[in-house]
Structure formats: C-alpha cells, structure tokens
C-alpha cells in the first residue's frame, strides 16, 4: 500500500514557490545580509533550495526542534529545541526556515531563545502552513503554500523519520499507519 494518499505540491510546484520566497527576501533584504536558522530536521531540503534562490551575502546556522514524538500524535505543547548555534546573532539581520507552521509552538520557542540574543531583525519563512491549527500568536512573514489539516509528508516532512527523501509532498495515507 502506497503511504501517499495523494500529492499535494508536485516537484515541480515546489520549485516554482521556493523561486517566488527566494524573490521576495532579495526583494526585502536587498543591501542587506542575512543569517539563515535552519530547523532540523524538516527543513533541510527547503533550505538547501532556498539559498541557491538567494543572491543576498547569507550565513547559515542550524537548531533541531522536534514536538512530535515519532509519529502523528502531538503529545502537548512542549517542544524539545536542542540550540547549536555557531553564529553570533546579535544586531544581525536573521531569517528562520521552517518546513511547516501548525501551532506555533515550536516557532514560538525558537523565537524566544532568538530574540533574548538581540537581533537587528528577526523574521520567519514557512514552506508549509496549517492555519486553522494555529494556537499561537505566531505568524510567518514568508508562507510558501497555505494546506489544509492534513498530515503530509515528503520534501523533508516525516513520518517517524521515514520519507524526508521524497521529492514532493503528499497527504499520508491513513490505511497505512
Ligand atoms: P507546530 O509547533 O505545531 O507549529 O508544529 C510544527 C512542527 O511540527 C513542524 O516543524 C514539523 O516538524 C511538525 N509537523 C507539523 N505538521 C506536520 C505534518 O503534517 N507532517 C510532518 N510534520 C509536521
Ligand atoms: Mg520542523
């Protein structure tokens, strides 16, 4: 049984949002430099893309956050952050990137640990974001696609660490889990 019910955003519709993002931060941060946080571990593929986009001078750094433990099921709102920043962010220009916005919770956390380091600015980009579940005050400034409820995965969203390798995203198959 296929663990993809139904592709979502193909390949090629990937490729064409993450042009569009990286567009827009040239845009908006023209003259500027940028340090990059990537959030491991969903949005490496994202990353990656991304900053071949990007003709502003950017650094890049990362920060593992994880609040679903393995699998489907959120166990509450506490994420686990493990903070290896290399960079010095202070009175930098920083921009988050993350696969996908649902709560918040995890963002909100990370914005937090961020913000205390004083950054000139701090702003987020999502690939992906689930509005409707949002329980947070959390916004992202740069939003590659609205979806809805749905559990996805692909392009660097897992299901119990499996099928980040997917070159697309696809809605998971209930029969399967
Ligand atoms: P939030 O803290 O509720 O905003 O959740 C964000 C995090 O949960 C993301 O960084 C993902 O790692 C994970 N997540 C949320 N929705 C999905 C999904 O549909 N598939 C895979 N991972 C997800
Ligand atoms: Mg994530």
């Known amino acids: 049984m296929d663990i993809i019910k139904k592709v ?11 042009k569009r993002l990286g567009n827009e931060i040239n845009e908006d941060y023209k003259g500027k430099k940028i340090v990059l946080i990537c959030l491991l571990k969903g949005s490496i593929l994202f990353l990656t893309d991304l900053m071949r986009q990007l003709t502003v001078p950017c650094k890049v750094d990362f920060m593992l956050a994880s609040s679903y433990k393995g699998g489907l099921k959120k166990f509450d709102g506490k994420v686990e952050i493990k903070d290896g920043l290399t960079i010095d962010i202070k009175d930098q220009d920083v ?5 996908i916005l649902e709560s918040g919770y995890t963002l909100e956390h990370i914005v937090n640990i961020l913000n205390k380091r004083e950054p000139k600015s701090l702003k987020i980009c999502t690939l992906l974001d689930k509005p409707q579940l949002r329980a947070t ?19 660097g969203l897992d299901y119990d660490e499996y099928y980040r390798n997917l070159p697309f995203v696809g809605i998971i198959n209930p029969d399967c889990i």
């Open 8 to 18: 979502i955003i193909s390949e090629e519709e990937i490729a064409k949002i993450v």
């Open 95 to 99: 921009l988050i990137v993350e696969d």
């Open 137 to 155: 005050d959390i916004q992202a400034d740069y939003v590659g696609k609205i979806i809805p409820n749905d559990f996805v995965l692909g392009y």
